[in-house]
């Protein structure tokens, strides 16, 4: 099974979606939350399920899809993977994954 690290910067994303969602519906921003979250959790058992964005140095990026959104991560081995940020789908991601 995989190890799982959030970066600083995905954890910013994070609270970035939640505090956006939660000024209409608190409960909704909670529940895309825990989404996110439980949508990760596949990464344990299967780390290379998301789509691959580029390979670099470190290992490969790839996108893992969850509603409107997409989770950026490095997979540096099959037991080791950073979230690298969460997306909205309208963004340019390539902006923020240089």
Do not use: C
């Not at 899809?65 to 789908?89: E, K, M, N, Q």
């Amino acid at each position: 099974m995989a190890e799982i690290r959030w970066t600083e910067e995905a954890h910013r994303w994070l609270r970035d979606i939640h505090d956006y969602i939660a000024e209409d519906n608190r409960e909704a921003a909670q529940n895309v939350l825990s989404g996110i979250y439980e949508k990760v959790q596949l990464l344990r058992r299967f780390p290379e399920i998301g789509h691959k964005y580029r390979t670099e140095t470190d290992g490969e990026i790839r996108i893992l899809l969850y509603g409107h959104y997409r989770i950026a991560y490095l997979l540096r081995s099959s037991t080791s993977i950073d979230i690298l940020g969460v997306f909205h789908g309208a963004l340019d991601i390539s902006r923020y994954l240089p």
